[in-house]
């Protein structure tokens, strides 16, 4: 089952990276996409007692299949409360191997201001989709949401002995918030 949902999100984002382009890239095409470039770096928002921090980098990826690369935003998070660490993957920036990053291939929508990506919770050990929309009129501030858009899947997975399908819908991680970039 997981496999067959990795496989859905990998061809979704394949399928979003291709509508961007004007014609199919060829083997050993490397696809570069300078709108990521403004989503790079360190970003952090503060809700009361709790900052989020996230570090974005652009990796080249590649399209195993077809042969051809890309350039895709991938990214490490870290929660605090009260100023002690609640969950971070920041020792492991720059780490490109898939255990060491907290949010994986994202790319560009349409609009160049809009990344949306897998986003892994470490404390709760699930993952779901999530947005980061940079503002059009100021490139330093953004929206980060998450969403519990697997759900009904993950529920109808885990059902008890009384019939009823259960999952955690909580996350250590804010689900939305306005963030700035710091660095």
């Given at each position: 089952?997981?496999?067959?949902?990795?496989?859905?999100?990998?061809?979704?984002?394949?399928?979003s990276v291709f509508a961007q382009w004007e014609t199919y890239p060829?083997?050993?095409?490397?696809?570069?996409?300078?709108?990521?470039?403004?989503?790079?770096?360190?970003?952090?928002?503060?809700?009361?007692?709790?900052?989020?921090?996230?570090?974005?980098?652009?990796?080249?990826?590649?399209?195993?299949?077809?042969?051809?690369?890309?350039?895709?935003?991938?990214?490490?998070?870290?929660?605090?409360?009260?100023?002690?660490?609640?969950?971070?993957?920041?020792?492991?920036?720059?780490?490109?191997?898939?255990?060491?990053?907290?949010?994986?291939?994202?790319?560009?929508?349409?609009?160049?201001?809009?990344?949306?990506?897998?986003?892994?919770?470490?404390?709760?050990?699930?993952?779901?989709?999530?947005?980061?929309?940079?503002?059009?009129?100021?490139?330093?501030?953004?929206?980060?949401?998450?969403?519990?858009?697997?759900?009904?899947?993950?529920?109808?997975?885990?059902?008890?002995?009384?019939?009823?399908?259960?999952?955690?819908?909580?996350?250590?991680?804010?689900?939305?918030l306005i963030m700035y970039k710091i660095e």
């Amino acid at each position: 089952m997981r496999k067959c949902i990795t496989t859905i999100v990998l061809s979704i984002i394949t399928i979003s990276v291709f509508a961007q382009w004007e014609t199919y890239p060829k083997a050993g095409d490397y696809i570069q996409d300078p709108a990521l470039n403004k989503f790079v770096g360190k970003w952090q928002g503060v809700r009361n007692d709790t900052t989020f921090t996230v570090i974005f980098k652009i990796r080249k990826k590649i399209a195993a299949k077809a042969g051809y690369h890309y350039d895709a935003i991938i990214g490490w998070h870290e929660v605090k409360v009260n100023g002690i660490i609640i969950e971070s993957s920041l020792n492991r920036v720059g780490d490109l191997s898939l255990g060491s990053r907290t949010c994986g291939v994202g790319i560009c929508s349409k609009d160049d201001f809009t990344t949306n990506f897998r986003f892994k919770d470490i404390t709760r050990n699930k993952s779901d989709q999530a947005s980061f929309i940079i503002d059009s009129s100021n490139v330093n501030k953004a929206a980060w949401f998450i969403r519990n858009t697997d759900t009904i899947s993950k529920a109808m997975a885990n059902i008890g002995p009384d019939g009823i399908g259960r999952y955690d819908t909580s996350w250590t991680v804010p689900t939305d918030l306005i963030m700035y970039k710091i660095e």
